[in-house]
């Protein structure tokens, strides 16, 4: 999955080929045709093929036909991608609410905070640690 990401416009060709695959989840393959997608996202026919490539070559995918007419997606990106959204998710999740019932960086909703908005629980919540 992060083969993807490292790439330029990769997390773009990524929601493409997986979203073409979803809108027919009974065909075992799915078509993003290179020129398409370049033209879509900017980015070079050639620069898809090599992605496309470089995921096949890493188990992602299985191109079955020039120019991107075809592609399988394998059973390790669909997982992959499943692990994303809910390593995502978890992170959105642990990120609002933290174990002492406030939210991160130490900010208290309203009603704990007496009539502002929002009250830092201390200034050194704001602060980067290396």
């Known amino acids: 999955m992060l083969l993807f990401f490292h790439r330029a416009g990769g997390h773009m060709v990524l929601a493409a080929l997986l979203q073409s695959a979803l809108t027919d989840p009974d ?4 078509a993003v045709p290179y020129a398409d997608i370049g033209d879509r996202f900017g980015v070079s026919r050639t620069h898809i093929r090599q992605l496309l490539v470089a995921a096949q070559d890493a188990g992602l995918v299985n191109l079955k ?37 406030t939210t991160a960086g130490g900010i208290v909703p309203f009603g704990r905070a007496g ?16």
């Open 27 to 30: 065909h075992p393959h799915t």
């Open 65 to 101: 036909a020039r120019g991107g007419h075809r592609v399988e997606i394998l059973p390790r990106l669909w997982e992959s991608y499943d692990r994303s959204i809910a390593g995502g998710m978890f992170a959105h999740d642990w990120g609002l609410r933290g174990g002492d019932g």
């Open 115 to 130: 009539k502002k908005r929002y009250a830092a629980a201390s200034i050194a919540d704001f602060k980067r640690t290396p």
